[in-house]
């Protein structure tokens, strides 16, 4: 009954947002020149962010799983609280250390010039920002469950600490490293508080598509629905794709 | 008893006196970003004078709009531009009609000092400045692109923003050289420096008001609106930098 009620909860809206759309209209919002540039931004945006998720979350994950105590305690509150922080105020966070005027920032800006907000680095940035934790706790879990005999059975067999990482470690953990990665991207493709706010809007260079949404939504609201449609296939295509891996590592 | 008499004394003596102002009531106002300082004094000298507890909602008016069409509840709309109150009047959801309240101008806002040396419209067109509009959905965005466009100056922005109000914090974080504000919003501020935008290159912008149809408190939408209006009410409006009716 009550899991008929939560079912109901999220297929309602879906619902919703399937039965308004203005389908006449499909044809020309998609091939409006905005929404490709938009999708196009958001795909290289969130793909961008979960390279960079993995490439700093995986370490991360690994230094997560061997520590202990109150190093652990901070360590994970540290790496899960972007999940927890409003993404506006994860924004706000970015804009004062990586600003002009912000901690690192302003040394960037005044050694080399370097400016961060309202560029692309700063979306993807931003994006990372959001996204890394769901990586981080995937593969922290991962590491976890991980049947540690085989790794020491490839130390004892003579392998340096980099095969045995590579060669044994993280096969093992694909399947946790890829539902990480698959939540990060989905995350990262919806971020909007925390771009908005670092990297600004302007089409082409920082308006993702949840942006575009929101400013198609009070001008253009067919397009908008469109894009929000758009959206949502995407999503459902990768998430169907998947199947029950996704759900393996968690 | 007598310590009893005594404190009920006192309670009628407080309630006689305040019964000098109406019974209290609460109103609902959806108001464009800019209005926001003019507004939340003019809310509270209301409360103090006319007893109306009034809860603002302030936004950029095309996000207004888009809620009032899709019924969100309130008494009074107060616009930046007559596009978009017209919007609101042809869908059926105003009484009466709009009152034009105030007008505001634009003015470019940079950092204390003007270190970038901005002076005139042309200057935002600059290689290596970092300007940000507000989005043309915006009335202020609206406004601005016409300005640039009469002065036939093309700026490259960093970012377009959906309210003027962020335009106007990014230049105060330091993030952006320059944007193109109100004034209202540059004389509140205490923030940023303005430089002005000569009468021939800039753009007057009308802000109407009306009270709504579905108004839950149509009396007290009046009374907004009629101070508003009036002397006290303008006077806050031009202490906030806007020009009156």
Request: proline share 6%; with cysteine; aromatic share 6%.
């Amino acid at each position: 009954m009550l899991a008929a009620a939560g079912l109901l909860f999220f297929l309602i809206p879906l619902a919703g947002l399937v039965a308004k759309t203005p389908w006449a209209q499909v044809g020309s919002a998609v091939a409006a020149p905005g929404t490709a540039t938009a999708l196009g931004l958001s795909l290289v945006c969130s793909l961008c962010a979960t390279m960079a998720a993995l490439v700093l979350g995986i370490p991360l994950g690994l230094l997560l799983s061997r520590t202990t105590g109150t190093l652990r305690s901070v360590l994970r509150a540290l790496t899960t609280l972007p999940m927890v922080l409003p993404p506006v105020v994860g924004g706000v966070a970015l804009l004062l250390a990586f600003g002009r005027r912000g901690l690192v920032g302003s040394l960037l800006y005044q050694a080399f010039g370097i400016q961060i907000p309202f560029t692309t680095t700063a979306a993807v940035m931003a994006e990372t920002f959001v996204a890394m934790p769901f990586l981080v706790i995937a593969v922290e879990a991962g590491l976890r469950s991980l049947d540690h005999r085989y790794e020491e059975a490839a130390r004892a067999l003579g392998a340096s600490s980099w095969t045995v990482f590579s060669r044994v470690t993280l096969p093992l953990l694909r399947p946790a490293i890829f539902s990480g990665a698959v939540l990060c991207w989905a995350r990262s493709l919806g971020e909007f508080g925390a771009t908005i706010t670092f990297a600004g809007n302007f089409p082409g260079r920082t308006q993702t598509v949840p942006i575009a949404v929101y400013i198609a939504l009070e001008t253009n609201p067919d397009s908008a629905i469109v894009l929000s449609l758009i959206l949502l296939a995407v999503s459902i295509a990768v998430l169907v794709g998947m199947r029950d891996r996704w759900l393996g590592a968690l | 008893m007598i310590p009893l008499l005594a404190v009920s004394m006192v309670a009628c003596g407080t309630a006689a006196s305040s019964a000098a102002l109406p019974s209290p009531t609460s109103l609902t106002v959806f108001a464009a970003a800019s209005l926001q300082p003019a507004f939340d004094t003019i809310g509270r000298q209301l409360k103090a004078q006319q007893n109306i507890t009034t809860t603002f909602s302030y936004a950029g008016t095309q996000t207004i709009t888009a809620q009032l069409q899709q019924g969100a509840p309130a008494d009074v709309f107060a616009s930046a531009d007559t596009a978009h109150m017209t919007t609101i009047q042809h869908a059926g959801l105003i009484a009466g009609s709009p009152r034009i309240f105030a007008h505001n101008r634009l003015e470019i806002a940079v950092e204390h000092g003007n270190p970038k040396g901005i002076h005139t419209l042309v200057d935002l067109s600059r290689a290596g400045l970092v300007v940000v509009l507000a989005d043309p959905s915006v009335p202020a965005g609206k406004y601005a692109a016409q300005a640039l466009a009469m002065a036939h100056v093309t700026v490259h922005p960093a970012s377009l923003e959906p309210q003027v109000t962020g335009v106007l914090s990014k230049v105060a974080l330091g993030e952006a050289d320059a944007g193109i504000v109100y004034v209202s919003d540059i004389v509140t501020s205490g923030k940023v420096d303005g430089v002005a935008i000569p009468d021939d290159q800039n753009v007057i912008a009308d802000y109407p008001i009306a009270a709504l149809g579905a108004a839950q408190n149509p009396d007290g939408a009046q009374a907004f609106i009629n101070y508003v209006l009036s002397a006290g009410g303008q006077a806050v409006l031009k202490t906030a930098g806007l020009q009156g009716a």
